[in-house]
């Protein structure tokens, strides 16, 4: 398959199709931070090229509801419309697979309800990070919480709270204002799965 990776720098999504003989090529503003094919700029200048699954993770800073404290600032509503569209834009790509990622956040009210809640943990990486994952011709990621009959849990356990913030809250470090660059990480597990699981599902067509 040609895969896109949309808005993302890491190279981690990208490197897993591409461990599966994938033709992958990630694209953001910033250089990528591994080694691969990688695409500086603007992702509309690549998105008609002819590919097979898109994944995107379009910015949230003015999306997300964890921004709620600043929500009525000067400026935030034409940002925010502006982030919508550039959400719109994405989701309607011609592309036949799709799938879009960001936090809880007002697109799942104004363009459409997220189809999927996940976590890193349930692939093994001890963080918790509540993603939301639109899916266009996509079936939501499985995953296991717990061992039973069938096998080992692809999930390792709930993970506990790394700091304390200035007010005395237990908190994850991919949460709140110190998260920063840590609230925009891929996770390995998570990057794995959506590249065997889907590859299987597209094969399968």
């Known amino acids: ?18 461990e599966l003989g994938h033709n ?3 694209c953001d503003l910033l250089p990528t931070e591994k080694n691969g094919p990688h695409y500086q700029g603007d992702v509309f200048d690549i998105i008609d090229d002819g590919f097979d699954l898109m994944i995107a993770h379009p910015p949230c800073t003015y999306l997300s509801y964890a921004g709620n404290a600043y929500w009525n600032n000067d400026g935030r509503a034409k940002k925010r419309l502006e982030a919508l569209t550039f959400f ?16 809880l956040g007002v697109a799942s009210t104004v363009i459409k309800k997220h189809d ?7 692939w093994g990486d001890p963080y918790l990070k509540r993603t939301c994952l639109w899916l266009k011709n996509l079936p939501p990621l499985k995953y296991k919480l717990q061992k039973d009959l069938f096998g080992n849990p692809s999930a390792c356990d709930y993970p506990q709270p790394t700091y304390i913030d200035k007010k005395g809250k237990k908190r994850h470090f991919t949460e709140g204002s110190s998260g920063g660059k840590n609230r925009s990480k891929s996770f390995q ?17």
Do not use: D
């Not at 398959?1 to 591409?18: D, H, T």
């Not at 719109?88 to 936090?103: M, S, T, Y």
């Not at 597990?189 to 067509?205: D, E, H, L, R």
């Open 189 to 205: 597990g998570v990057a794995k799965a959506m590249a065997s699981q889907w590859t299987n599902f597209i094969k399968k067509k």
């Open 116 to 122: 999927q809640v996940i976590h890193p943990y349930y």
């Open 24 to 26: 992958a090529i990630s």
């Open 1 to 18: 398959m040609r895969v896109l990776v949309a808005c993302e720098y890491s190279g981690i999504i990208r490197n897993a199709f591409i």
């Open 88 to 103: 719109l834009r994405l989701w309607e790509a011609k592309i036949p697979h799709i799938c879009l990622e960001n936090p």
